[in-house]
């Protein structure tokens, strides 16, 4: 294995283990804004999108290039506008004790 | 330097995720990443050269516009269905940067890499067919209930098998259409895992391809060597996972039980008190009750996204708090169709989210609760749950209603809930039974209630 490849894998594992750590303590009362705010951080596929696309030669990879961008881009702005949505109406009633 | 930016993008998605684990700081998480991901972009198109801008500059076009529509449009009642397609998106972008490695290389990588692409290819498709078919379920153009196949699971075990044998066969030969065939495989793959699974198992469904549009993109990263698609990839596949687990513990269900065994159709035990007699109430009934307790306690379920019943329910909880009863809302969790499905639909109609309690906060108080409220939940509130155990759903968490005082329960019909089995709590000493539509109930109840 080349050592890109390892170091890919090293990173993959410790992100993993971040992510474990970081979002275990979430309420459920979060847990749909965390879905799709999560869903759209995966959208970070984008960016192989993009060089896919600036890369491509011939119709059909231009086409597989396109494709790939709008998939990721809808998924991307849509994940991050539907997950402030629904954090905009989340709302502590104001001056209620406990 | 491009590296130092992609990292600085994938600590962004860090402390996003981190801010979204609290209700004041969520909406600036959610701000963070989105700065984390617009670095991202940028960095990448500030470091191409020579290349075509069509296709990219259309893309983030129509991508961006769909996306756009979809989030601003959708109501709050349908974000279950938005966050499967989303996943989906997610899913099919993963896969398609793993086919355009393909047309651009002619399929020739090595052994690591091919197993990459081959990865990417197969669990981005899973996702994309996966998620549609959720999708469907979801809002209503498929049907919601299990769809058993004839040896469905010995079907997919062929197809999962046959899938690795066409992903060796790709990367030892180098050949491209053994690539396309995995893709294929994988789609239907996809569908047929989804399409036994019933509806009220779709918390677990949705958080497991959450999980599966983030490893498919940490995937991709590796097939183009990009830190920021591996970081990214591997937390959101966390996150999915977590999820999955918890939603498992509240349905007392291993992951592998909701994916193979498609549990509305599992018969029930004999149901023994379909007999027993119900008692009755008309919204007089429940008004007066409500009226004169201290505390009362909401339990919304699907019916009440289904009803779209949140907006009534908390003009009643104000009705209610003004003549100095306390209201309070217990939300189990898998109510509804997606984690945290409940709470966004009461957000939505501005109840605050300190009222909400979880299964842990809530058991404690049932005993000394006047009046529970149970609108559109049929199992998660189901006492056999706890007490009996030859039934289907025994050691399931369940929301205790039964110890309190006074149960009201707003149901169309006595049917029996989405796992077929009766609830003994209707026919309970203590438990009303107001027969409507849970929206219509709500209003007929609030309207009663300035007779009180």
Redesign the interface.
Known sequence: MSEVFISGIVVFVLAAFVGLEVISKVPPTLHTPLMSGANAISGITIVGAVIAAGVGQGTFALVLGFLAVTAATINVVGGFLVTDRMLEMFKKKPGRSK | MTEILYLG??VL??F???Q?????T??R???L??V??LI??VV??AN?ED??????I???L???G???A???R?K?TS?PE??AA??G??G???A??A???I??TGAVF?T??GVVVALSLGIGSITFSGSFVAFGKLNGSLPGRPILLPAGQLINAILAIAMVATAVWAISTEEALAYWIVVGIALVLGVLAVIPIGGADMPVV??LL?SF??V???M????????????????????????TV?MGEAMNRTIANVLFSGFGATTAGPVSIGDKPVKSATPDDVAIALAYAENVVVVPGYGLAVAQAQHAVRELATELEEKGVTVNYA?H?VAGR????M??LL??A?V?????L?LDQSNPRFPQTDVVLVIGANDVVNPSARDDDTSPIYGMPILEVDLAATVVVVKRSLSPGFAGIDNPLFYQEGTMMLFSDGKAAVESVISALSNV
Do not use: C
Not at chain 2, 352 to 356: A, S
């Open positions: 993008a994938a998605f860090i996003g995720l981190k979204l684990s609290s209700p004041r969520a909406r998480g959610n701000m990443a989105s984390g991901m991202a972009v990448t198109l191409m290349i075509g801008w069509g296709p990219i259309a893309g983030l129509v991508g961006g769909v996306g756009a979809l989030a601003l959708v709050m974000m938005l966050v989303f996943n998106f997610g099919v972008a993963s398609l940067v086919l355009a490695e047309e651009r090595d690591e890499t949705i958080s959450n549009s983030g498919a993109a940490a991709a990263g590796f097939v183009i060597s990009n830190s920021a698609l591996i970081i990214g990839g591997a937390l959101v596949g966390a996150a999915g996972f977590i999820l918890l939300i969790p997606m984690p945290g499905h709470n966004v957000a939505e501005d605050p989210y300190d009222q909400l979880d």
